[in-house]
């Protein structure tokens, strides 16, 4: 009786933990990302001299509460402005961008929340190349 | 009666979008730094738009790619361009009757002018 008990316990637990957190994400690679703070013709067009300044990463979320209420920003610009305020760059190379979605007790849609997370190479563009 | 109907229409749907802008994107190539230590002249093919989602049916079987990359190489592979510059984001995430978290998804949009590098220009400009 007791071990019967003990497995409905286990399934029920199994079942629990199966339903509680739900999610999946998917990731992909882009060569270059700048800022709309940088006019994008000069920086094309013009050979420049920059400085890398390591690898920089952002992330930003929206939350969907009870599926009504809204609350956040999950752009990729709102993540990416926030490496780069972070690192002090003007843009990001190699990048990695990784978007996500999550349900957090799905059975009663309590919450969802979707992320978009950057991560690159900062650099500061300095000038202009002679 | 009617209170039934608008609280179905009300909870029948429910999403939201956010918007950002990027000053430049480019596909993954070989070398991305080229674009900005070489001169790269370019020319305008026009605007151009591409998006991708993720669904999620009764919260537990996921499909689809709602990645930023995927939606900028839809959007540059339907004007044959090479990068996408003065660009808008956005990010949405819906879900239909949400009480019964039936069905959810979110996708990835962007939208901007297309661009597309002149190599006789310059024999050095990098196509990523």
Known sequence: MKQARRAIACRCAALLTCVSLTGCFSSGNL?????????????????????????????????????????????????????????????????????????????FNVISFTCTSVRGTAIKIEAIRD | MRAFTSALVLFGITGCVSTGQVGILSRSGADPAALITQANPYEEVGLTSGRSCRHFALNLIPFGDAALSTAVDEALTAVDGDALINVVVSSSLFGFIPYYNLYAFTCTSVKGTAIRFVVDANPEAVIP
């Open chain 1, 31 to 107: 060569g270059l990302a700048s800022s709309i703070g940088k006019d994008p013709g000069d920086l094309l067009t013009n050979p420049h001299v920059f400085r890398e300044l390591g690898p920089a990463e952002g992330r930003s979320c929206r939350f969907f509460i009870i599926a009504i209420v809204p609350v956040g920003n999950s752009t990729f610009s709102r993540a990416m402005d926030k490496a780069l305020q972070e690192s002090g760059g003007d843009a990001l190379l190699n990048v990695t961008t990784t978007t996500s979605l999550y349900g957090l007790a799905p059975l």
